[in-house]
């Protein structure tokens, strides 16, 4: 059982349950999106963000606040761009 600390709409709430739900690492609402900024060879920043905290650069590619640019870097290694 994973107990996690999770904001929803301003407050604090804990969500309890058999898996690790994702939360927004930045203000700590439900997540489900992972930053696509590259930090190295195929390899991804993955933090954990919300909608309200991810930055859409494209269909798809969403960067966490830490990592807003550069999209060119992204759209090279996305193939179906
Ligand atoms: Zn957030
Ligand atoms: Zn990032």
Known sequence: M???????GGVGAIVCGPRK???C????????????FLIGKK???DKP?????A???APN???CPD??????????ELPSL
């Open 43 to 45: 390899k991804t920043c």
């Open 25 to 36: 690492a930045f203000c700590h609402s439900l997540g489900g999106l992972l930053c696509d």
């Open 55 to 57: 930055i859409n650069i």
């Open 49 to 53: 963000i919300c909608r309200g905290c």
């Open 2 to 8: 994973h107990c996690t600390r999770v904001n929803v």
């Open 67 to 76: 990592h807003p640019l550069p999209a060119t870097q992204l759209v090279l």
């Open 21 to 23: 739900i994702p939360v």
């Open 61 to 63: 590619v969403d960067l």
